[in-house]
């Protein structure tokens, strides 16, 4: 009976609502909406659309308040990327890390429709003293080591700010922004981790000086052990994932193929190695890759199963800035930035 | 805003399909059909309602093809009752297993309606050398372990088939059985694992004999380690689970609720403890129980977390068999019957 199968978006909390992508069922690369993981830090914010304005002050020549029909109608263009959460694959740090226990379902990509935000800045005009940009959310809430309710508010150096795909995105996949995912207009800072493509922009403030709220200075920071310095949480990972077959299943005798993605925030998937036995990399086929774009790139590997016996099938990617995946994971207090070589242990009957 | 926000089911596997509960997140007491664990075996059977006959064969005095309608003006009970898989929280076996990744979400319950199935047999009767009844259904596919197409199906001892609550159950929740949950008949045997609930039933075969199918024999068997002989997977172990507070979840100082059910195949549950420490055991509230019939018992605990720092929250539950969680699961090679203490890791921060 062809009854409808589909794959569910696996819930990791509702309050506020954390939800992954089912990375491993979707074979599309372009993730749908309804589709997209879900990561928020408070309730959904109520924002009325019909009065939507953007006002851009600080340390600019103009400051000035965008109306939704004027930001539309600057230069569109269209970004293709993902974003990941930095916490994605936070449940595999040893020792286990506290906090949203992701598993590798927190990463999705499509197509970002929207205007550079630096034709907004070139509107307004920078002063010579701009150090960085800080953009603020329309969502808010209690944070237990802050005494006053807080907004999502995050920033930018000026450099990053002013990258020309670093755009304000009205669109996703074709269809305006969803009320879930920042509507009527978010950032995109394709190449950094998702917490700096801020949802809901609520105002831009550009400043002379070091944001330090709460979301750049206490979360989103690299804590390693020992005496290293933190340091915060920009570019993503070079990174890869295994999506076939699934981790602890039971294989038939024959050919298998395994097939995955492999994704960087600073250049472009060069290689990505499978191993079967731990000791040998043989290099895997990319089976597609969008240049000059911001999107994972596809690969697959055909496996002569011939023996009976359990394995583990590592995978490792290596981007054109030559970082490759490593061994261990830099552990870190809060778990960001996982990208120790992926794995999945298979049996074979 | 008050956008809508659900959980969902978690995927497993799409060919067959295999979806969790997202038992942590539901609140209720009666699972909703669309939150209801899928655990098949093959793809769905076609079946059709209109002609449909479910035969009774074999050791019977007047063998038998009942059809729907005739069924269901028989003498209706209603069973309220969890169904739970044999695999549930495999994933958690040390060392691991190899199969259906179940975490803690193969479990749900609700309200069967249907025939006691002692009330078809009393209708075609029984030969004097009767011993199994076996249970065929529509659902087949290959198994590598075969050389031909199976048809799902199990075998329940005379005593289990003839108990009153044993039913052909037609609606859940006071509709019809869905088609991804066995339309239009499924055998209910309340307290056993769910691999003796088929579903999509297509025959009934009473034989003088113990019935030797591979989802009798070689599925659905405890392989413990070592010299131990095998034994067939039957009733439910006595088990729980913590739902509050999620596992490695960050958690304010002061006072939290703890909270989980707790459910046995056996007897009812006397009894949940709880630990922060690992070492005192805490007679948690059960704050609802149903006698008589087949549910878990949810129960609650209000813990001062007065000290920052990392704890673990163990739970275990005891039945009127006397029968409590061990410290350590029975490890089985195919990852049957986890009934380890529960436990979930939080820091107080």
Redesign the interface.
């Given at each position: 009976?062809?009854?409808p199968?589909?794959?569910?978006?696996?819930?990791q909390?509702?309050?506020p609502?954390n939800?992954e992508t089912?990375i491993k069922?979707l074979t599309t690369n372009i993730i749908p909406d309804k589709y997209f993981f879900l990561r928020n830090h408070f309730?959904?914010?109520?924002?009325l659309a019909k009065n939507f304005m953007l006002p851009i002050y600080g340390e600019v020549i103009k400051p000035y308040a965008f109306d939704f029909d004027t930001i539309i109608k600057l230069n569109q263009v269209t970004i293709n990327g993902l974003l990941e959460c930095a916490g994605n694959h936070r449940?595999k740090f040893e020792p286990?890390?506290?906090?949203e226990?992701w598993e590798e379902g927190a990463i999705s990509q499509g197509e970002w429709k929207g205007i550079p935000l630096r034709d907004l800045l070139a509107i307004t005009g920078l002063k010579a003293n701009a150090l960085e940009v800080i953009f603020e959310a329309y969502d808010f809430g209690n944070r237990?080591d802050m005494d006053h309710n807080v907004h999502y508010t995050r920033s930018l150096p000026l450099e990053k700010a002013l990258h020309p795909d670093t755009i304000l995105a009205f669109e996703y996949n074709g269809k305006p922004l969803s009320?879930?995912h920042g509507f009527p207009l978010r950032l995109i800072v394709p190449g950094w981790y998702g917490m700096a493509s801020v949802k809901w922009l609520k105002k831009i403030t550009v400043i002379n000086g070091y944001y330090q709220g709460p979301f750049q200075m206490i979360d989103y920071v690299y804590y390693p052990k020992g005496n290293s310095h933190p340091y915060p949480v920009t570019t993503i990972n070079v990174n890869s994932l295994i999506q076939k077959p699934?981790?602890?299943?039971?294989l038939?005798q024959g050919l298998q193929q395994i097939e995955g993605i492999a994704w960087s925030g600073e250049g472009s998937i060069t290689k990505v190695e499978v191993s079967v036995d731990g000791e040998k990399w043989i290099i895997a086929e990319i089976s597609q890759q969008f240049q000059g774009s911001y999107t994972w790139t596809n690969w697959k590997f055909q496996w002569h199963a011939k023996q009976k016996g359990?394995y583990t099938i590592y995978c490792r990617a290596q981007d054109s800035k030559g970082r490759i995946q490593p061994q261990k994971p830099l552990w870190n207090k809060k778990g960001y930035g996982y990208n120790a070589i992926a794995k999945v242990?298979?049996?074979v009957?």
């Open positions: 009976m062809d009854l199968i589909k794959p569910f978006l696996t819930t909390s509702l309050k609502e939800q089912p069922f309730t959904y914010p109520t924002i449940a286990r890390v506290y906090g226990q237990e009320l879930k699934l981790d602890y299943s039971i038939d359990e242990r298979v049996k009957e």
